[in-house]
């Protein structure tokens, strides 16, 4: 990995250094699934379930996100899509705090869309 894609990572939140601890070290290897992130699709299911009211389809679409994002240090989507999957989180469609899910919403594309740009314009 190179030095300035790096830096973009951890100025855009990512925790690199930890991550590769996670990767024993072995940059390849983290590079392989970082920009695997960009074929994901759990993102797309979480904004299209949340435009049709689909709390279900959105929370399964944020738990996986949170998984993924977590495991490769993207600190910000995973902030994002947990604070959505605990809103959604054994709730009934009238339960659900839009006015927050909303504000988790707005969070999460603009840290998935920053992440997602910064790895598409580092792809060799």
Known sequence: MDQVFKKQLEEGGADVDVTLKRFMGNEAIYMKFILKFLDDKNYDMIMDSLAKKDYAGAFAGAHSLKGVSGNLGLTPVYEASSSITELL???????????????????LEESYCRLQKIIRDNNP
């Open 89 to 107: 989180r054994d709730k009934q469609d009238e339960e659900v705090d839009v006015e927050k899910l909303n504000e988790a919403r707005e969070q």
